[in-house]
């Protein structure tokens, strides 16, 4: 299940009424403005009436029973978004996908080392293999970016490097201290 159709799961306005309550109402204000906001398109889901399965409709379209189905009026409000905000959609690939989910992962793992939240990385793998289903094969998501992800931890900061760069106000990208200086 992907994240749009788990969105439609728990109810699109869930997220939005978090957003309200700590005050999301727009980038310009938000508590930390050098953060970038992600509540933008969903928030214009939700205010189309768009709550997910319990009305029918949401990322998806659930009128013909809970199989998400995709409909044209969110693929036009996704469009508008993109011209709206200058987005140029382009293809994107596994790799890319893979990092993008797993890098700020990996990164987080080493700052609750860094900062005593875990003793050891192996204590982040462990949470991670038995807490959340990390797959065995892949021994945690610290062991992954060091001994399985092409490159280790050498290229992973490089490439944690590369996305601060395209994208300077978002936190998740700048590698941790820790991180910085593993072997």
């Not at 939700?46 to 949401?58: A, F, I, N, W």
């Not at 987005?87 to 993008?100: G, K, M, Q, S, Y």
């Not at 062991?143 to 490097?161: F, Q």
């Amino acid at each position: 299940m992907g994240p749009f159709t788990m969105s439609d799961l728990s109810g699109n306005d869930i997220g939005y009424s978090i957003r309200k309550d700590f005050g999301l109402k727009t980038m310009h204000e938000s508590p930390n403005t050098n953060e970038r906001y992600y509540g933008a398109l969903p928030d214009k889901l939700v205010e189309m009436g768009r709550l997910g399965q319990k009305t029918k409709k949401g990322w998806y379209d659930y009128s013909a029973g809970r199989k998400p189905v995709e409909d044209a009026a969110v693929t036009k409000l996704i469009e508008t978004h993109r011209a709206e905000k200058g987005i140029t959609p382009r293809t994107i690939d596994a790799a890319e996908i893979l990092d993008r989910c797993l890098l700020p992962l990996v990164n987080e793992g080493f700052k609750c080392v860094e900062d005593g939240v875990a003793t050891r990385e192996s204590d982040v793998d462990m949470t991670y293999l038995y807490g959340y289903g990390w797959p065995r094969s892949n021994g945690g998501p610290i062991y992954w970016a060091r001994h399985v992800r092409e490159g280790g931890l050498p290229k992973l900061v490089e490439d944690l490097n590369r996305y601060a760069e395209q994208h300077p106000t978002v936190s998740h990208w700048k590698p941790s201290g820790l991180l910085r200086s593993a072997k």
